[in-house]
């Protein structure tokens, strides 16, 4: 268990809807970071957040947002979802802002239908 | 479980045997290098990182080795368990124009190794 809780575990909706992805990092982590994860493209960054501001993005859709809060959780934000979107999304947090030692959580499975 | 790519290049080794998983970047700027581990339904995990002003870095039953000259990562893992089975990732972290590092990790696409008992 690393220590980083993602929840839904699952989630299954249709093509334009918009769905919240939630993140909780290990305690006392004040990084969170999104990477998607599908068959064709791998694993890919998203965004970076280090204590509550946006630090670094990476191929991330414009249909697609995210946000830590004062509690350092965060939420990723995914709209007008397309069958592409279908993927694994993981969370990973580390200590500081320039961690590659990174504690993924368990990820969540989109499935867009 | 889950298999994370159609294409992923597989390694299949007996139980006892040394593996060694290769990985090719193509960034030479990048500062670290990093193995991740992805047991299926899992998140990866860390296993052992290198800056990149290093070529041979040991940790409990894994070595990785960087060779800078023709951008080629290993790592490799000694007396291979069935616990060992899963998807390796190499990623690279490089810094910004600025020189810092902000944890951005470009992942590589994934070796499977499969230890047989």
């Known amino acids: 268990d690393s220590g980083v809780t993602q929840t839904p575990k699952h989630l299954i909706t249709a093509t334009g809807q918009r769905v919240t992805l939630r993140c909780s990092p290990r305690?006392?982590?004040?990084?969170v970071y999104w990477y998607q994860q599908s068959l064709d493209q791998g694993l890919q960054f998203l965004i970076q957040?280090?204590?509550?501001?946006?630090?670094a993005k990476g191929n991330i859709l414009e249909r697609f947002s995210a946000q830590q809060f004062p509690d350092l959780h965060s939420e990723l934000n995914l709209s007008s979802l397309e069958l592409g979107d279908s993927a694994l999304y993981f969370c990973?947090?580390?200590?500081?802002?320039?961690?590659?030692?990174?504690?993924f959580g368990p990820g969540t499975r989109l499935t867009v239908t | 479980g889950e298999s994370v790519g159609l294409h992923l290049p597989t390694l299949s080794v007996q139980e006892g045997d040394n593996s060694i998983i290769n990985c090719a970047y193509s960034n030479s700027a990048s500062d670290y290098f990093i193995w991740y581990k992805q047991e299926s339904g899992k998140g990866p995990q860390f296993i052992i990182d290198i800056r990149s002003n290093m070529d041979k870095r040991q940790g409990q039953r894994v070595t990785v080795l960087l060779n800078k000259t023709v951008k080629h990562l290993s790592l490799q893992i000694a007396a291979t368990q069935p616990g060992d089975s899963a998807v390796y990732f190499c990623?690279?972290?490089?810094?910004?124009?600025?020189?810092?590092?902000?944890?951005?990790?470009?992942f590589g696409q994934g070796t499977i190794l499969t230890v047989h008992p």
């Open positions: 957040y280090y204590n509550g501001e946006e630090r």
């Open positions: 990973a947090s580390s200590v500081t802002g320039g961690g590659w030692e990174q504690y």
């Open positions: 990623a690279e972290c490089r810094a910004n124009a600025g020189g810092t590092s902000y944890g951005k990790l470009t």
């Open positions: 305690s006392g982590d004040l990084s």
